[in-house]
């Protein structure tokens, strides 16, 4: 039976505690608290303004802290002795967790992940977006279901930008400098007690490649480091920014994602049963095994064969174009030496020409390697995102995909993203259990008892998370508004914006033009009267990045921020710069609908709307994505039907007055209806079907389960027949070669 993963690692930074609190270190330095919110408390009352500053526990453990008044502190010190006791049953316990309970013994080994980026708290900036929150929550559920997993990934130093908006609504860049030293992350231990260093070998020069890890509950995720004094100054920003533009330093860092993932797998003596690649940028890890294989004697055809047997693939885009690709005269040059061996392919090494034959793409087109191409053709299966990107994705590279290509819709990690106030009423009233949500009891799932909690008590709790979102988002908003040079009247006018009263919509996401983020400014009379009908207000919360080589996306966002900003509609329509994983859970849990309008089909699954319907907010949505499975006709609306006109401005104009008549003749008089005692009954009946409908099927725990049942045993039992047959293979060329030399003497 496989067991917990263990990556020793030396801590980033060295403090002293009081030797009666000499648990939190360990506490500290595992992401466990980015899901306990209790836990998160300790560390404000240790130290509120750094706490509140960083929003990471090694700085406010690191002091000055005057540990002597917290000494004294009897309900601190008990608060502190009760969670520590908690964390610690948590990483020792499990096994009551599903998967060792149902599949423990099928499973050789643990699960290696790889992913280019992980979003596991606001804090760890090595994340854009969706791919890397899913990841994020991909880890703390194999953690909380007791999965021995590992993770790999890039210690991204300047990791993604923050976002400013100016007075003109032009979107800023800045890119952050972390010090890793005050972030919750260790060096990695070889296994002779030294700083782990991995290598890979680039035309001119060897690579080297530091390794840290960061704890996520039980799940250690590996990162890999080029900034280390070793390399040469030109090789050091390899890692330093996630998905960096230029081509040649792209596959530079994806060389070392892949290669150096398995390498720094190897040296720790960790010998994965799966290997799971969570989008292409890691398909060079494909070739590295199938080097390993051929380097112990394998010939090239079963290596790659046994590379596919245990390895997964999860594509994340829609469509071709959006897949990663490279130059063939690119990977031959940068890429070839590292894998064939210097060329010399025979003494243990895969031909470059092999490799980037195995990566042609759909099109066929011969100068490009790509890395979807490459991954599909050497995984035991392969998964898209949600049922309908499955639809799409399997068309597209039908042909290509030795597998049909199935859907395991993503989900998300519930107490990560479920507001205080919410999870606190439904463990009180309701015993729920955010951290075990597959646990077996014989009243069945909280979710089905949601009509028990009454109605004012579930609006009291989304009430309080409303008020959440104004107070941190009028913070926002005056600083902003304050560096754009507005006037004190304005200030002061903030200070009431965001009134928890009125019903609010929230659309935060990627500015992608085919997000279509400005649809609701279709109609710019009409929205106006929805905004500022009198008995019945509307108002519209904005937030996102665009890409910063996307002029388009960043033009959506001069837009949007302009109708913020206009006559027109000013005081009702704002916008939040740099969003990041805390606006967001500010914003899911904080709003009362939802609104997502892609054009169809092109958002693969879509998240966001998972965890605003898990905090009672209702989806607005067109039906691509996740809501094209989530709408089940009375948990929210449908934008648009499942036709698409090949008219690009006529389908946005007809999405559009359909999402104005949803507002106006469904979801305003629903919210603003209210029974004798002041509460929209109707309104929380609704919230009631949003939360039951999704909390199971869309979240993360239900997710891993596909994963391990669809997806990791059936690779691991490939892999398994394969090694049986290999061993049987070389027992009768043993056999074979026995007898013949039996006869040899015999004659
Ligand atoms: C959840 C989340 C996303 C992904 O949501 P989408 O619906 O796919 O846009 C992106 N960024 C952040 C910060 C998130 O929390």
Redesign the pocket.
């Known amino acids: 039976m496989p067991t917990r993963v263990i990556v020793p690692t030396i801590p980033g930074a060295s403090f002293r505690l009081p030797p009666q609190l000499e648990g939190l270190r360990a506490l500290a330095y595992n992401l466990y608290w980015a899901w306990h919110p209790r836990t998160r408390v300790i560390w404000s009352r240790i130290d509120r303004k750094t706490w509140n500053r960083h929003r990471n526990p090694i700085p406010v453990l690191a002091g000055p802290v005057d540990w002597s008044l917290l000494l004294d502190d009897t309900s601190f010190m008990a608060e502190v002795r009760e969670l520590l006791r908690d964390f610690n049953r948590y990483l020792e316990n499990g096994s009551d967790r599903w998967f060792v309970r149902h599949h423990a013994s099928e499973l050789p080994g643990p699960v290696a992940y790889f992913c280019a980026e992980y979003?596991l708290y606001e804090s760890l900036g090595i994340y854009s977006?969706?791919l890397g929150?899913l990841a994020g929550d991909h880890m703390k559920t194999t953690s909380d279901m007791a999965l021995p997993f590992i993770g790999v990934g890039l210690m991204y130093r300047r990791g993604y930008f923050h976002q400013t908006i100016d007075a003109d609504g032009h979107q800023e860049h800045a890119y952050p400098d972390y010090d890793l030293s005050r972030l919750p992350v260790g060096r990695v231990q070889g296994r002779d007690g030294e700083p782990l260093k991995v290598t890979i070998a680039l035309p001119g020069r060897d690579l080297q490649i530091a390794v840290w890890a960061v704890q996520v509950g039980r799940t250690p995720v590996i990162l890999l480091d080029t900034d280390i004094p070793e390399n040469d100054d030109a090789d050091r920003p390899i890692t330093h920014i996630l998905y960096v533009r230029g081509r040649e330093m792209r596959l530079h860092q994806e060389l070392v994602l892949g290669v150096g993932g398995v390498r720094a797998l190897r040296a720790l003596g960790i010998d994965p049963a799966v290997w799971h690649l969570n989008e292409g940028h890691s398909a060079f890890l494909l070739a590295e095994r199938a080097r390993e294989f051929v380097a112990t004697g394998v010939e090239l055809d079963t290596a790659w064969d046994r590379v596919r047997r245990d390895s997964v693939f999860t594509i994340h885009t829609p469509v071709s174009a959006g897949n990663e690709r490279f130059a063939t005269d690119l990977v031959r040059q940068v890429a070839g030496p590292l894998l064939d061996g210097d060329g010399r392919a025979q003494t243990g090494g895969v031909p470059i020409d092999k490799v980037l034959e195995i990566g042609v793409g759909a099109d066929g087109d011969p100068t490009q390697f790509d890395m979807t191409g490459f991954s599909l053709r050497l995984t035991n299966d392969a998964n898209a995102v949600s049922q309908l990107h499955a639809a799409t994705a399997d068309t597209t590279w039908r042909g290509i995909s030795p597998h049909p290509i199935r859907g395991v819709t993503n989900g998300?990690h519930v107490p990560s993203w479920m507001g205080n106030a919410m999870s606190e009423t439904l463990a009180g009233e309701l015993d729920a259990d955010l951290d075990d949500l597959d646990e077996e009891s014989d009243v069945g799932p909280f979710w089905n008892h949601l009509d028990t909690l009454s109605t004012a008590e579930l609006w009291a709790a989304h009430q309080r998370e409303k008020l959440e979102l104004a107070i941190f988002a009028r913070r926002r908003l005056r600083n902003q508004f304050a560096r754009h040079g507005e006037a004190p009247t304005v200030l002061d006018a903030v200070e009431s914006a965001l009134d928890p009263d009125i019903l609010t919509i929230g659309f935060?996401?990627?500015f992608a033009t085919y997000k279509r983020a400005g649809l609701l400014f279709s109609d710019l009379d009409r929205m106006a009267r929805i905004l500022w009908n009198e008995d019945r207000p509307v108002q519209v919360v904005f937030a996102g990045k665009a890409h910063p080589a996307d002029r388009p996306g960043q033009q959506v966002i001069q837009e949007i921020f302009g109708r913020s900003r206009s006559e027109l509609l000013r005081g009702r329509v704002f916008i939040l710069e740099d969003?990041?994983?805390r606006?967001?859970?500010y914003l899911v849990a904080g709003v009362d609908v939802w609104l997502?309008n892609p054009r169809r089909p092109l958002?693969a699954?879509?998240?966001?709307?998972m965890?605003a319907a898990m905090n009672g907010a209702v989806n607005v949505s067109v039906l691509d994505g996740w809501w094209d499975e989530g709408f089940v006709g009375d948990n929210g609306w449908a934008i648009g039907g499942r036709e698409m006109n090949p008219d690009e401005g006529a389908q946005d104009w007809s999405d559009a007055q359909d999402l104005y008549r949803i507002l106006e003749d469904d979801v305003v008089p629903r919210y603003y209806q209210r029974d004798a005692d002041g509460l929209p009954t109707a309104w929380v009946d609704l919230m009631r079907r949003s939360m039951a409908s999704t909390m199971w099927r869309f979240s993360t725990t239900r997710m891993l389960r596909d994963y391990v049942e669809r997806m990791y045993l059936p690779a691991a039992e490939a892999a398994r027949d394969t090694a049986t047959a290999a061993a049987s293979e070389a027992a009768e060329r043993r056999n074979v070669s026995r007898a013949a030399i039996a006869a040899n003497q015999g004659g």
């Open positions: 979003g977006g969706g929150v998300i935060a996401r990627r969003y990041d994983m606006i967001g859970r997502n958002e699954s879509g998240t966001s709307g965890k």
